[in-house]
């Protein structure tokens, strides 16, 4: 007879069969004890009741010490074929994992590991069901997440678990929260406040059980090469890439090439991504940081970077004319229908052909009128047929006129600097006006030019700091996407994670 002693609640698993025991060991000799000669088959059969006496008693007071002790769990071991080999659960066998055995044994699926001779219960499998990710606003809390993820009722013992709630209580802006949803039940929830700290949260027989974790979740920035042979989305799929990040592919590259037609056999892509993974998994990846494509003719690269404003684009590192942007809006207002454009017409009050200085846009009484650039108010107030009219003063000899409003922005007076898109005033029929429109003029050096298809001053779109930032970063993004294309023309894609 075999008996084997499994971490699985104190279960004792006994097999029939031919068991030899080990010589015991005198504890207070430290000398060994010979086992004692076996009676002869007579004497055996003479006294069966005394053997069954025997191991009645010894089994009663094994139980009542296991009881007393709260089920001591002991280290689960199985014979080798090796004779006499005593092999611990956990070791890998030449035919049999430890996970076999137990099937084999018919043991609960549940599983779990012995750690210092306790039984102790191993995370749910991070392959399991989908993932989502949802990144922390202001003001956001644990039931607004889960609201949000539309998981309330599923989650209400997670919710009601005060010691999940203690941990959880103050979220970081900016941090990551994953879950896993398997059968539309949540099994997993992370908390990732930074690269690999993490509060792990996980679905248990008696509700949920969170615990801080530095080990088994980081955040990387995952790196893959590939050539195209057959189209993007099926070798980008074979190298590694989720269904998002080929998706971001077409919408970073969408200035430099159409994908539709312009994907050849050939061409070569590298990307750089942020990569969350999970029990050594990759559960969910997010946006692209920077991303090379090559054709048989071109090279583009695009690099990720946030603003200061807190706007992200995709840049060119080498294209500095795509860091700068035209300096004014070509209209006041957003939305609204142009009633009248620049040049010749035939006025609609008096009936005569004469220059139409500027620009005219329909829309509700009350609509916002926006500065189209930064500058200062030159002047404020009512001027004949403009009526009520705010002239702005801007760099290089360039000024600006809004006519027939309604009403001025409250507050704002003679010299005060405005912003671009500030409100300045409102849409009215003030003046010489036939209808509630904003007249709108764009004049260089005094000279009336046509708003719409004027030549627009440029202005950086990022700070001298913002530059250096920018410029840093893409650097290093840059060298690293000159790794991956010398490895895409390899037969093989290349995958590879970092921490960084």
Request: net charge positive.
């Amino acid at each position: 007879m075999k008996r084997y002693n499994l971490p699985v609640g104190g279960i004792e698993v006994v097999i029939p069969g031919d068991y030899k025991p080990k010589q015991k060991l005198d504890h207070t000799t430290t000398k060994r004890i010979k086992p004692a000669r076996p009676a002869s088959a007579a004497t055996a059969a003479a006294s069966p009741h005394k053997h069954l006496r025997y191991i009645a008693t010894r089994t009663l007071l094994l139980t009542c010490g296991l009881a007393t002790l709260g089920n001591i769990p002991v280290y689960s071991m199985i014979n080798s074929p090796e004779e006499g080999k005593i092999l611990n659960l956990a070791t890998q066998l030449d035919n049999n994992s430890p996970a076999q055995v137990m099937k084999d044994l018919n043991l609960p699926a549940v599983a779990v590991e012995s750690f210092s001779g306790y039984a102790v219960d191993v995370l749910p499998d991070a392959r399991q069901g989908n993932w989502i990710m949802r990144s922390v606003e202001s003001e956001d809390t644990l039931e607004t997440i889960i609201s949000k993820l539309e998981l309330s009722k599923t989650a209400k013992a997670l919710l009601e678990n005060s010691n999940i709630q203690q941990e959880l209580k103050d979220l970081k802006t900016g941090a990551h929260i994953l879950v896993q949803i398997v059968d539309d039940q949540l099994l997993q929830l992370i908390y990732a406040k930074g690269k690999t700290n993490a509060y792990i949260v996980s679905a248990t027989d008696e509700g949920y059980a969170g615990k801080w974790e530095s080990e088994a979740f980081a955040m990387a920035d995952s790196r893959i090469a590939f050539t195209v042979k057959h189209s993007l989305q099926k070798d980008g799929k074979a190298a590694g890439l989720s269904n998002s990040v080929i998706r971001q592919i077409s919408q970073v590259f969408h200035k430099d090439m159409d994908f539709r037609k312009g994907v050849k056999v050939g061409d070569k892509v590298g990307v750089i991504f942020e990569d969350f993974r999970y029990q050594g998994e990759s559960i969910y990846t997010d946006k692209i940081l920077a991303a090379e494509y090559t054709s048989r003719k071109n090279t583009w690269q695009r690099i990720r970077f946030t603003l200061e404003d807190g706007k992200t684009d995709y840049f060119r590192p080498d294209g500095d004319s795509e860091l700068k942007r035209t300096a004014f809006d070509r209209k006041p207002i957003e939305g609204g229908r142009m009633s009248s454009g620049f040049g010749m017409r035939r006025h609609p009050v008096f009936g005569l052909r004469k220059a139409h200085a500027g620009t005219d846009f329909a829309a509700p009484r009350g609509t916002p009128i926006h500065a189209t650039a930064d500058g200062s108010v030159k002047f404020l107030g009512r001027q004949g047929g403009y009526g009520n009219v705010v002239e702005l003063r801007h760099r290089n000899g360039i000024t600006t006129l809004y006519g027939h409003m309604s009403a001025f922005k409250e507050g704002l007076g003679s010299g005060e600097k405005v912003t671009r898109g500030d409100v300045i005033g409102y849409v009215g029929s003030t003046g010489t006006s036939t209808g509630n429109h904003v007249h709108y003029e764009f004049r260089i050096n005094g000279e009336p030019q046509n708003p719409m298809t004027a030549d627009l001053p440029e202005v950086g779109i990022m700070s001298a700091t913002e530059m250096r930032k920018f410029k840093n970063f893409a650097s290093s993004m840059t060298q690293q996407l000159a790794d991956l294309r010398k490895l895409a023309s390899l037969d093989k894609p290349l995958k590879d994670q970092s921490g960084g």
